[in-house]
Structure formats: structure tokens, C-alpha cells
């Protein structure tokens, strides 16, 4: 349904055809491998030896059939547990972004979006049909609401929070 049936069978030989082996031990960032039991897609013990290959690896089992996890799978509580356990903690002392966000207006959250997109004002009030000088002004209230001091500031609380994903569309 995503794309052409001539597209996904030149991913899945491409896939297939990608050999990590000579230069996988170089990974040297915490590593998490996940994988399903019963992957229709890749074989069970291949999973496994990708994370015995990078060095310090986690290697995490799901009792699922499916290449993609899906969140109604028996198996979703484990991935999210393991997910939770393997990412660091928020740094303590440091408010949290879900509350700083909840503060923001709608037309506020519309321009964080696209500041996260990585706009600039003028586009953004094109975008949104309003002046530069408005969105100059909202950017300053919500760096103020967020607590920081900078754009690149403002759009790592933003991506952390699940903004910016959208791929930009409309008139650049």
C-alpha cells in the first residue's frame, strides 16, 4: 500500500543483498536489537547474531511472527518495557517537556511543528498565512514557555517531544 510492488521487491533484494558483517564491530553506541521469534522476513538467529557482532549489544526476543511489531501483539508491552529500559532517563532537574507543551496555543504548536520542520519565519508565515513578524513573536513566546534561549534549543524539545516528523509540504 506504501509504494509499488517493482519498489518493494528491489527493498527487499536490497535488503537481502547488504552484508554488515566486516564492519558491524565498529558500532561503538549503546545497542539495542530487537527481534521477533517468529519473523516472517529475517531468520530468528540472524537477530541474534547481529547483536552478539556490535559489541555490548542487548539483545531482546518478542514473541511475535511479525517483522514490524504492532501495538494490539501480545508481544508490545515487552517491546515497550525494553524500550524504556535501554533509553536514559530524562535528566533530572529538567521540567517536563510533555507539561512545557501542554502550555502552548494551537496556533503556538502549529508553529513549533514547523520550526522543528526547520522553516525559517518567513516561510512559516507564509505557511500559516500570517506576517514574519508574528511568527517572530510566537517563536519568542514559546522559547520562553519551553525555557530556552534558542531556536536549535527550541527544536530539540520539540523533536523530543515528537514534533518535526512531518516532511515539510506546501510552498517553500
Known amino acids: 500500500m506504501t509504494t509499488s510492488a517493482a519498489n518493494a521487491a528491489q527493498i527487499v533484494e536490497t535488503i537481502y543483498n547488504i552484508d554488515v558483517r566486516g564492519m558491524i564491530s565498529q558500532v561503538r553506541c549503546p545497542t539495542l536489537v530487537l527481534h521477533a521469534r517468529d519473523d516472517a522476513m529475517h531468520v530468528f538467529d540472524e537477530g541474534r547474531k547481529i547483536a ?9 526476543p518478542l514473541e511475535s511472527r511479525n517483522h514490524i511489531l504492532l501495538d494490539t501483539e ?13 533509553l536514559p532517563p530524562a535528566p533530572i532537574g529538567s521540567a517536563s517537556t510533555g507539561a512545557l507543551l501542554d ?10 511543528e514547523l520550526v522543528a520542520q526547520g522553516l525559517d519565519n518567513d516561510t512559516i508565515g507564509k505557511r500559516l498565512g500570517i506576517s514574519e513578524k ?6 519568542s513566546i514559546i522559547f520562553s514557555k519551553l525555557g530556552v534561549n534558542s531556536r ?11 514534533f518535526g516528523r512531518k516532511a515539510p509540504s506546501g510552498p517553500m
Open 103 to 112: 502550555s502552548l496555543t494551537a496556533r503556538e504548536n502549529q508553529v513549533l
Open 152 to 162: 536549535a534549543q527550541a527544536v530539540v524539545r520539540a523533536r523530543d517531544a515528537g
Open 52 to 60: 552478539g557482532l556490535i559489541p555490548g549489544a542487548r539483545f531482546v
Open 74 to 86: 501480545h508481544a508490545w508491552p515487552q517491546f515497550t518495557a525494553a524500550l524504556e529500559d535501554f
Open 134 to 139: 508574528t511568527v517572530r513573536n510566537q517563536v
